[in-house]
């Protein structure tokens, strides 16, 4: 696992499953008990640190969004590119996966409803009316009614319609790349407009598990570690309780 490349953590899951695995199938007759805990005395990676990451104020957000010239066509999906990776938190791979169909009106509200994230989990993601309105621009302009919604384009396209040839991941990472040097931003990646989402949301006072649900993390512990989270021992969040007053004799 380690030859693959994969980060301490992903490694760490994935021993954790081969632990469980040779136990439940020793228990059961399957595998030797001497080999079973062999393998589940095997270590873990040692994880040194967390990657902080870059992202965005409001303010460098907003600015970056402005950047693409809506006047051409590029200019149009590129803006609803930014717009789902800032607005929704998307991951690359999901946004260049993501198809007309699967943008539908709920509960008075456009959402993109039960589509498949990292290792397969389902999700909906509730899309913000600035949001919609940029992919309504794009699929408007490229005559785009099904398939998939973002594609790559000839140089020079002016109109639609758009054909269905799909646009590489590496493609939205070069997009974001040239935009966030046009502002003076340097080494920003796709994947920190959705650290940048997750960090806004919770700024604004949005609740832990609903930013996890938000994002399609497996566990709370994994949100946390993305929003880089400190406790706060000055404003501690058990001082204002309410129980007692404050100035109340014990």
């Known amino acids: 696992m380690t030859s693959a ?15 469980k695995l040779a136990s439940e199938a020793a228990d059961n007759g399957l595998l030797d008990p001497v080999l079973a805990a062999g393998i589940t005395k095997v270590k873990g990676v040692k994880e040194e640190g967390v990657r902080a990451g870059n992202w965005l104020t409001r303010e460098q957000a907003r600015e970056l969004l402005l950047i693409p010239d809506t006047s051409t066509l590029k200019g149009k999906r590129d803006r609803a590119i930014l717009a789902l990776l800032l607005g929704c938190g998307l991951r690359r791979s999901e946004l260049v996966a993501l198809r007309v169909g699967q943008v539908e009106q709920r509960e008075n509200r456009w959402m993109i409803v039960d589509f498949k994230g990292k290792g397969g989990r389902k999700r909906t993601v509730a899309v913000p009316a600035w949001v919609k309105n940029a992919i309504d621009a794009w699929t408007a302009a490229a005559q785009i009614t099904d ?25 939205v990472w070069w997009l974001v790349k040239r935009y966030a040097e046009k502002i003076g931003l340097t080494n920003l990646a796709p994947h920190d407009l959705r650290r940048s989402c997750a960090k806004l949301c919770r700024k604004s006072g949005g609740d832990l598990e609903q930013i996890q649900m938000l994002l399609g993390h497996a566990s709370i512990q994994t949100t946390e570690r993305y929003l880089g989270m400190q406790q706060n021992l000055v404003e501690a969040v058990n001082d204002k309780l309410g129980i007692v007053d404050a100035d109340e004799p014990e």
Request: no cysteine.
């Open 147 to 171: 398939g998939r919604i973002f594609r790559s384009l000839r140089k020079g396209a002016k109109s639609g319609p758009v054909k269905s040839q799909s646009l590489a991941p590496i493609g």
């Open 5 to 19: 490349r994969l980060a301490p953590s992903s490694v760490n899951v994935r021993l954790s499953a081969l632990r």
